[in-house]
């Protein structure tokens, strides 16, 4: 496990410039999907997949760096957030080992514990920046799933905490204030109803299961508190 946090480097080709002047504004982090951090980290480093991320964390909590910071790997792919496209050119990608069907452990959790902190700092974003492969791109991926703890982040401020509010019903519990509070909330609305309910039952609702109900408001609506 890293204790002291500097990561190995291990340099991937696949990357390029930041576009149009943009720094980091996000941190979008994805699972590998692959049968270990070895594996992830060579298909990471091949310049015949055309992929890469800035960290790879293995499930014992090593930490590698691939690309630098200043610097756009390629991780995110088609999709936004907060309204805004080309999510490679405002943010950092962490992938962590893992295949998406266990939950994360705890070495690999405290590891970007201090990572995430870090980044934070020097770039200035916010917890609200800190986003899910699944977040920006609907529909098309679904990483880091529903074994994810984010509620564990948000307890220490490292992303964003389900919005409350009072004890009340939102005006309507039907599709166009969901699409809207979503849209709201940084999804983006291209996104068919379908693939933006699953997004932000990842987030926040990895358990939910059904049609679209009146406790898939409450973590997007600011002035309403459902259970």
Not at 103 to 130: C, K, Y
Not at 162 to 169: A, D, E, Y
Request: with cysteine.
């Amino acid at each position: 496990m890293t204790t002291d946090l500097s990561p190995i480097w291990h340099p991937s080709p696949n990357f390029g410039a930041r576009r149009d002047g943009l720094t980091p504004s996000l941190v979008v982090l994805h699972y590998t999907a692959m049968d270990s951090a070895a594996a992830a980290l060579a298909r990471l480093c091949d310049p015949a997949f055309e992929v890469s991320a800035h960290y790879l964390i293995g499930a014992d909590g090593t930490l590698w760096q691939m690309v630098a910071e200043d610097q756009r790997a390629w991780h995110a792919g088609a999709g936004a957030w907060a309204g805004a496209g080309d999510v490679n050119s405002r943010s950092i990608g962490i992938e962590l080992d893992n295949r998406g069907d266990h939950p994360f452990s705890n070495p690999q959790m405290a590891t970007l514990e201090q990572l995430l902190p870090q980044i934070l700092q020097r770039w200035d974003i916010a917890p609200e920046g800190v986003i899910g492969h699944s977040d920006m791109a609907p529909g098309r991926k679904i990483d880091p799933g529903p074994r994810f703890d984010w509620a564990r982040l948000a307890a220490q401020g490292l992303a964003a905490s389900p919005r409350k509010g009072v004890n009340n019903p939102p005006p309507a519990a039907d599709w166009p204030t969901f699409r809207a509070l979503a849209t709201r909330a940084g999804y983006t609305a291209a996104a068919d109803d379908a693939s933006l309910l699953t997004a932000v039952r990842l987030r926040h609702r990895p358990w939910a299961q059904g049609p679209l109900s009146p406790a898939d408001f409450a973590p997007l609506c600011p002035d309403h508190h459902l259970s």
